[in-house]
């Protein structure tokens, strides 16, 4: 093997490296990015769970008079 082969070679691989280094952040915005998309929601099934958003119940108006004094 003489020197300059192995010298492109050294630099190809350094070379590449960084390029795959430099892509890798790249990629994973765009895998995060098209992320919720993939998933797919049954329209059949009701949500066993379903949102009632924010209820202020007995105990939190007792834990908010607590706070306040």
């Given at each position: 093997m003489n020197r300059?082969?192995?010298q492109n070679s050294r630099r190809?691989?350094?070379r590449n490296v960084l390029l795959m280094g430099g892509a890798a952040p790249l990629l994973?915005?765009?895998a995060r990015a098209a992320g919720p998309g993939l998933k797919k929601k049954?329209?059949?099934r009701?949500?066993?769970y379903p949102s009632q958003g924010?209820?202020?119940t007995p105990?939190?108006?007792q834990y908010y008079k607590k706070l306040a004094s």
């Open positions: 300059k082969t192995g190809s691989f350094i994973a915005g765009v049954s329209e059949g009701p949500d066993p924010y209820r202020e105990h939190i108006r």
